[in-house]
């Protein structure tokens, strides 16, 4: 680890306050990550200094403006590795992503007969969408089960029986936000290229959680939300190969993505404008920029290494020190999210007992609902570590759920 | 836990280890559900309604202690009382888990529930069985969610 990582906690002003009477430890990264002072500075900085919209000023505020939103977009083409910044559209996270995706590309491609696979383990954000579109154009949905047992894996051993030539679109998550599961995303990209498929990676977890690159990863479309790696909440992109993005009609319509309007009819502004009607969001925009920076300056292997270790820790740990804990997903090789059941005891009452304690969990089906039911569990706890916690915060979980577990058999 | 105690009083820790009136009525012509889309609360209730009262009701589900031992000290409550009876002690209930205002009249053992006005976030777990219950009564089958500002 280098020296970006020395006093690392201070980056991060939220994190020091007490809760109810305690130190916070926050733990509910998968839901959404803390903001480093610098993501704060590059918000505020330019609403004090830069504020202007975008694309058709000629005054110096809106160049300013301009040059920063573009400089971000060409910053997120070399965070995911992508071929030109032109196949980056700033979206507002990973739904609105997706739901780009299932619609422009969806109803121009698909139609009846023609097969979605989902995975057994998607978020409903990788779910909904699709279930709309088989819905629009009698496409059907079919799905990769996951393994018996709670590991939590992708049963490979089904793929080719699902991943037939009828599939034209194969829309998988890459980390889960239940189970830490890391999806074997090249392997999976290949094997759908293979039957002709297209592929769309959900990597709300995985972006800025570990190393990504699409080229290497060769998916075709990419979805991230950057308030899951310390930007802010609104917003995030879409990666697509070039050449399917030009061939899409427009997801909306409106200002910017046009390059000629008659009253009748309409011309298309390139990509990735073609994409981006209205007023992006442009301050979220230069300040997810800022968090890609910050994360590289501390080193995505090693911001991965970190969360591996810390998941590995509190997995052994909570196994070894807390009777009557489940835990879900591998023991090994995960990322940071750490889910578990205690016996008798509901999530809701976790989660409130642990915020008693200054202990910041999350309870419930996580978006996840057909996963909890396959699992036989309503709903889990869940324990999600990013770069800013430390095995301090595994004590004070641990000690916690041995309070709580010891409350409700007494 | 000084302040979890209030919220998890032994009441309400009882009734959520041993539920009353956990069962399917087979005697019940109403069925009413409800379910909590946050945390994956799903609870149905039965009642046998004779002309406007309650002769008999009760739940099955899975959720939280605090709706778990809501509903079920809800069934013990209401057996015997008419709607408007019913609505009354609701009303009572409802002001008591928002405010923490113990209604003049006795609340009983649903004083327990008290505590929860200290945890905003918990108050629909608190009302859940209940909004199903009463809908029920009412003859209104449409399932309860929390999603809908009910309360």
């Known amino acids: 680890m280098n020296a970006a990582w020395k006093n690392l906690r201070a980056d991060f002003p939220i994190l020091d306050q007490q809760v109810n009477g305690k130190p916070l430890v926050y733990l509910d990264n998968a839901a959404t990550t803390q903001k480093p002072q610098c993501v704060i500075d590059a918000l505020t900085h330019y609403y004090r200094r830069d504020n202007a919209n975008v694309h058709r000023g000629i005054h110096t505020l809106s160049m300013r403006a301009t040059d920063a939103y573009e400089k971000a977009r060409e910053r997120a083409a070399k965070f995911i590795n992508a071929t030109e910044p032109g196949e980056i559209v700033f979206t507002a996270g990973t739904t609105d992503s997706i739901n780009l995706v299932a619609n422009a590309w969806g109803d121009e491609n698909l139609k009846k007969g023609d097969v979605i696979l989902l995975t057994e383990m998607e978020h409903h954000s990788n779910m909904v969408p699709w279930q709309l579109l088989a819905r629009r154009t009698g496409a059907k949905l079919r799905y990769l089960p996951i393994v018996a047992g709670d590991t939590g894996q992708l049963d490979l051993a089904q793929l080719p029986k699902v991943l037939t030539p009828d599939v034209k679109i194969f829309a998988f998550i890459h980390v889960s936000n239940t189970l830490g599961v890391i999806n074997p995303a090249a392997e999976l990209c290949a094997a759908a290229k293979k039957v002709g498929a297209l592929t769309v990676v959900d990597a709300a977890q995985s972006t800025g959680h570990l190393p990504l690159d699409v080229r290497a990863m060769g998916c075709d479309f990419l979805a991230v939300s950057g308030h899951k790696m310390c930007g802010p909440t609104g917003v995030g992109l879409l990666y697509g190969r070039k050449a399917l993005l030009d061939a899409m009609p427009p997801y909306r319509g409106g200002g910017s993505m046009i390059s000629n309007v008659e009253y009748f009819e309409s011309k298309w502004a390139p990509v990735p404008a073609k994409f981006e009607a209205g007023t992006p969001n442009i301050a979220d925009v230069i300040a997810l920029a800022r968090a890609m920076d910050y994360l590289d300056d501390l080193g995505r292997e090693a911001i991965a290494a970190h969360d591996e270790k810390l998941a590995a820790t509190a997995y052994a740990r909570l196994k070894a020190e807390v009777p009557g804990l489940r835990i879900l997903g591998p023991a090994h090789h995960r990322s940071g999210v750490v889910s578990f059941d205690l016996k008798g005891v509901h999530a809701h009452d976790v989660v409130t007992m642990a915020d008693q304690e200054g202990v910041a969990l999350r309870g419930g089906h996580h978006c996840n609902q057909p996963l909890m039911k396959k699992l036989g569990l309503s709903s889990t706890s869940r324990a999600s570590f990013y770069l800013y916690n430390t095995e301090a915060d595994i004590d004070r979980l641990v000690s916690t759920l041995q309070k709580i577990s010891k409350f409700f058999a007494g | ?151």
């Open chain 2, 1 to 151: 836990m000084h302040d979890l105690t209030e919220l998890y009083q032994s009441v309400i820790l009882d009734h959520n280890r041993r539920p009353r009136n956990y069962s399917v009525l087979p005697t019940a012509n109403r069925v009413g559900s409800g379910n909590n889309p946050m945390c994956g609360d799903q609870i149905t209730v039965y009642v046998k309604l004779e002309g406007d009262r309650i002769a008999d009701v009760s739940f099955q589900g899975s959720g939280c202690a605090i709706s778990q031992a809501s509903t079920s000290l809800m069934t013990v409550n209401l057996k015997g009382k008419t709607i408007a009876e019913a609505e009354t002690i609701y009303a009572g209930l409802h002001k008591m888990v928002t405010t923490g205002q113990v209604a003049e009249d006795d609340m009983s053992d649903l004083a327990a529930l008290a505590g929860v006005h200290q945890f905003p976030a918990r108050i629909k777990c608190a009302t859940l069985g209940w909004h199903a219950a009463l809908n029920a009564a009412k003859g209104d089958a449409t399932p309860v969610t929390t999603e809908k500002p009910s309360d």
